[in-house]
């Protein structure tokens, strides 16, 4: 089974996916957990 972890580096909503990516990075440094829709 291929890993893909990092597939939203390369794909058509690249610039989406790293915003998302961001968000969920920034939330862990501050131990958020759970994420609502609006927080992202």
């Not at 968000?23 to 759970?34: G, I, N, R, W």
């Amino acid at each position: 089974m291929p890993d893909t972890s990092f597939n939203y580096l390369t794909a058509d909503k690249t610039d989406l996916y790293r915003t998302l990516m961001r968000a969920f990075s920034e939330a862990k440094e501050h131990f958020l957990v759970h994420l609502r829709p609006e927080d992202v």
